[in-house]
């Protein structure tokens, strides 16, 4: 990513990477997520002939093969693990931890074809997202590469008058919108492009509307400003951009996260993270700092009641000398 910055408020939100700078990507974006798209479209088939419960069974082969071949994710795993369950993770820990992603990534099938009858879906803090309903204005919803965004925006589609809007780099959107299509070409996500030009203008204007962003900000596309948190009792960065922009929106920032809790149940979560409608422009650094650190703390609090529901298979601890910390 170039490390030109524009000094604008829309450098809250970055551009996607020019390809000569990709030797500066986020360690992330260089794994290949292997047989993704072919495993898909036989889940695709195989899930909606077959029916959850017996379609599931073929889970259990695809994670034992990566269970046994993926050695560069196995040792960032077992990193994870060992901080999340505070001891050596087993084996059964790992199989578990991968087993509850592919679960996850399966029951978008469902979900996406709007068989949430088929799920148990608890929600803790629809009074949070019902008092910022009432303001008339929307609100970023924060969360993270953990459970099932998914089973979140099901949740949003059943609740009067809360329709999740999701904001994510291109090349995400690209690849989101062909999962969508290959699960239900009836499908239309509503998406805004991080990265072009009048991506901040589209945001504020969803969120005048009382329409929620909702975005994923743990991971970042390599050389943009961090902020340096404990997770999990070691050091770790963040990216500021996500908050920063809600800072200069001046809106809520609610947290939300879908976790796979076994069986057919999901439990997700909404929890009040920062409020900066009020927020004089010279507080606003503080605030953001803030709310970050409220953000890492969420994320720690899930981690440790749901361990096998992280899906940062990479070294999200590894510092990065090309980020600049703000």
Same mark, same amino acid.
């Given at each position: ?11 809250? &939100? @970055?551009? !996607?990477? #020019?390809?000569?700078? *990709? /030797? ?10 292997? $047989? %993704? ?83 148990? &879906? @608890?929600? !803790?803090? #629809?009074?949070?997202? *019902? /008092? ?10 924060? $969360? %993270? ?182």
């Amino acid at each position: 990513m170039s490390t030109d910055r524009d000094p604008t408020p829309h450098a809250a &939100i @970055s551009r !996607d990477p #020019a390809p000569a700078a *990709a /030797a500066n990507d986020a360690e992330w974006l260089t794994r290949r997520e292997r $047989g %993704s798209s072919g495993l898909l479209r036989l889940m695709v088939r195989v899930s909606l002939g077959l029916g959850r419960p017996l379609s599931r069974a073929a889970l259990y082969p695809i994670v034992l093969y990566f269970f046994l071949f993926a050695p560069d994710s196995r040792h960032w795993e077992q990193r994870y693990l060992r901080l999340a369950l505070g001891r050596e993770p087993t084996a059964r820990d790992r199989f578990r931890h991968l087993l509850c992603f592919a679960t996850a990534i399966h029951d978008r099938v469902f979900l996406i074809n709007d068989r949430e009858d088929l799920f148990d &879906i @608890s929600v !803790d803090g #629809a009074d949070v997202i *019902a /008092a910022q309903l009432g303001t008339g204005k929307g609100a970023f919803l924060v $969360g %993270s590469h953990m459970g099932s965004f998914e089973v979140v925006n099901t949740v949003g589609k059943r609740h009067p008058g809360l329709h999740i809007v999701m904001a994510m780099y291109e090349r995400n959107a690209r690849k989101i919108g062909a999962t969508l299509a290959a699960i239900n070409p009836a499908a239309k996500p509503d998406i805004i492009a991080l990265g072009r030009l009048d991506a901040m203008l589209q945001i504020a204007e969803r969120l005048d509307g009382g329409s929620c962003v909702g975005v994923l900000a743990d991971r970042t596309l390599g050389a943009e400003p961090m902020q340096d948190v404990m997770l999990l009792g070691e050091p770790a960065r963040l990216p500021t951009g996500p908050m920063r922009t809600a800072a200069v929106l001046g809106c809520a920032v609610i947290f939300m996260l879908g976790l796979y809790r076994g069986g057919n149940r999901y439990h997700v979560v909404f929890a009040p993270v920062a409020d900066f409608s009020n927020v004089p422009a010279g507080a606003r650094a503080a605030a953001v700092h803030a709310a970050i650190d409220r953000y890492a703390a969420l994320i720690e609090r899930y981690c440790r009641s749901d361990p096998h529901n992280w899906f940062n298979f990479y070294d999200f601890w590894a510092a990065r000398s090309t980020a600049p910390r703000t």
